[in-house]
């Protein structure tokens, strides 16, 4: 037997009986107390560093690109000066569902050519088109809204798609028992981004510097964090995939339980993006002060993601104890039930209750994404592949739930219907993942496991 095959053999046991102690499979009492040589160090420099590397990759992506320069910064800093250049306030949204979508389609691309040790290209790629498509933007006229589509939208879209998946996935090859502790680490980065970023654009935007040059050193300073994200980051030297990614598909298709995880995933987050594109509107239309609501735009933000950061960097915690999968159950009952109690939205506590709530529960959701499709991946050096073909039906069901939603919406602003449509995918999504839990119960029952 090669040395690789024999790395490849015992990383994989070892993996599995992790996987089977994370869901909730077997005690910890049974699983191995030490980590062989060849399998994952759970921890030191080189792994700490990685993890570093990637959260700074977390918060110059979704953490910039998309939820605060867009939607937020956007949307309510400098509303006016924007508008003139986007041309309406639709369009900008449908620049962040362009990005959205394209990061995480283009995993359908990147976690393939990961798993075949492409990642410091695909890092050094991402990176440089996210730092082009905000050093462009700032060259950005009044009227052009097709250069700030191709810039925001499809450019950072694409570099963001060839970044996300990989600095999530190479966590991984560090981390075992700890990996869902790193992993909520790393996502922990987009809503703490989403904090920071207003921040510093307000600053710039709203004061002499102006649109241009605020972008612009925005861009450098997103530049330098991304570099020093590039140095950071390090992989250990794992077998390349003997199998085709045609092969991985018909493996994935085979696989009854990941099929129903992807599923669940797609109805989910139909009903998922609701409340971030509606809850202000809903809470000027139910009667809350107006120019509370406008400020809230910029409060509501800070609210959620503040609530988000909280909630990811709890699941690292909570999960070892609860099972990925159950607390993935919670968080996904928890975001559907708040997305129908929207249509009880009064007055200015219940939005601020809702905010928070919402921000948590959707934090612990989408740490717990990577670190669920993981622990249904028997064979690691198929899990870019397993990540990209998971993610491009779920980016689909991103793209479409807000202008479902909207169109549910209608000029009436009949609220019931979006927010019961919105929430009953949501639930129905999460059901799916009670289906999974059951059916490994079931399995348990049986002795497959054991």
């Not at 030490?34 to 993890?51: L, M």
């Not at 600095?167 to 987009?190: D, E, P």
């Not at 169109?407 to 009949?414: K, M, T």
């Amino acid at each position: 037997m090669s040395v690789k095959s024999a790395i490849h053999t015992t990383f994989t046991t070892n993996e599995k009986l992790d996987v089977l102690e994370e869901l909730g499979h077997i005690p910890s009492s049974n699983s191995h107390t030490t980590c062989s040589e060849s399998g994952p160090p759970d921890g030191g420099f080189r792994a700490w560093g990685t993890v570093f590397g990637c959260f700074l990759i977390q918060f110059c992506g979704f953490g910039l690109v998309l939820v605060p320069l867009v939607r937020g910064i956007y949307q309510s800093i400098a509303l006016e000066q924007i508008l003139s250049i986007f041309w309406s306030l639709s369009s900008v949204r449908w620049i962040g569902a362009l990005t959205a979508f394209l990061a995480l389609s283009v995993t359908l691309i990147s976690g393939p050519l990961y798993d075949r040790g492409w990642f410091h290209r695909l890092i050094i790629a991402g990176s440089l088109l996210q730092s082009l498509a905000l050093f462009a933007l700032s060259f950005t006229k009044p009227g052009q809204f097709y250069l700030a589509f191709m810039f925001q939208g499809v450019l950072a879209g694409l570099g963001m798609g060839l970044t996300y998946g990989p600095s999530i996935a190479v966590i991984s090859q560090h981390f075992s028992k700890k990996r869902t502790l790193a992993m909520s680490f790393v996502a922990s980065g987009t809503p703490l981004g989403a904090i920071i970023h207003p921040i510093m654009l307000n600053h710039f935007l709203n004061g002499s510097v102006g649109f241009a040059r605020g972008v612009l050193a925005s861009a450098g300073f997103v530049s330098a964090l991304l570099l020093i994200a590039c140095l950071c980051m390090r992989t250990r030297e794992l077998p390349v995939p003997t199998v085709s990614c045609i092969v991985v598909a018909q493996k994935c298709f085979r696989d009854v339980l990941f099929i129903i995880l992807t599923v669940g995933l797609t109805l989910f987050q139909i009903g998922f993006f609701f409340p971030v594109f509606y809850l202000q509107l809903d809470s000027i239309k139910h009667g809350i002060n107006i120019d509370f609501s406008f400020y809230s735009v910029r409060l509501k933000l800070a609210i959620m993601n503040a609530a988000s950061f909280i909630g990811r960097c709890m699941t690292g915690i909570i999960a070892p104890y609860t099972g990925v999968l159950n607390l993935m159950i919670v968080s996904t009952v928890a975001c559907s039930a708040i997305i129908i109690s929207m249509i009880a939205l009064s007055d200015t506590g219940s939005m601020v209750l809702l905010g928070l709530a919402y921000g948590y529960f959707s934090g612990i959701f989408i740490a717990l994404m990577v670190p669920l499709v993981t622990s249904f991946t028997p064979d690691l050096s198929e899990l870019g592949a397993r990540m990209g073909i998971c993610f491009a039906f779920a980016a689909f069901s991103g793209l479409l739930g807000g202008p479902i939603s909207g169109a549910l919406l209608g000029s009436q602003y009949r609220w019931w219907i979006a927010s019961l449509f919105s929430g009953l995918m949501a639930l129905v999504g999460s059901l799916m993942f009670v289906v999974m839990r059951l059916m490994i119960y079931r399995r348990e029952m049986n002795g497959k496991y054991h």
